[in-house]
């Protein structure tokens, strides 16, 4: 099991940038995915990015992609979601979640296939 804490959430307006972090309790880049996904209220939760740290993999959702960007501290035992040119529709709680490689019934797009979750940080972007 992985204890994940994500921090860096907060008010932005539109057009503005973001760095969420998730510090993870332990080493996972060599044997996890990591992802990113979302909620904004009255919707369901939302892929956002997953990234497989060893062979580099990485898989974006087409709402973010060329606009966010994921990042990883192999010291820190901490992944990064670098958000650029944020839309209001970007306003969701942001969780960070960790799935082991022998995970592979689910895809790495799908919530069910992550074990550990963060508790989530707010972003709100204002138009």
């Known amino acids: 099991q992985v204890q994940l804490v994500e921090s860096g959430g907060g008010l932005v307006q539109a057009g503005g940038s973001l760095r969420l972090s998730c510090a993870a309790s332990r080493r996972i880049f060599s044997s996890y995915v990591t992802g990113w996904f979302r909620q904004a209220p009255g919707k369901e939760r939302e892929f956002v990015v997953a990234r497989q740290w060893s062979s580099g993999r990485t898989y974006y959702a087409d709402s973010v992609k060329g606009r966010f960007t994921i990042s990883g501290d192999n010291a820190k035992n901490t992944v990064y979601l670098q958000m650029n040119s944020l839309k209001p529709e970007d306003t969701a709680v942001y969780y960070c979640?960790?799935?082991?490689?022998?995970?592979?019934?689910?895809?790495?797009?799908?919530?069910?296939?992550?074990?550990?979750w963060g508790q989530g940080t707010q972003v709100t972007v204002s138009s």
């Open positions: 979640a960790a799935a082991p490689y022998t995970n592979t019934y689910y895809s790495n797009y799908d919530a069910r296939n992550y074990d550990d």
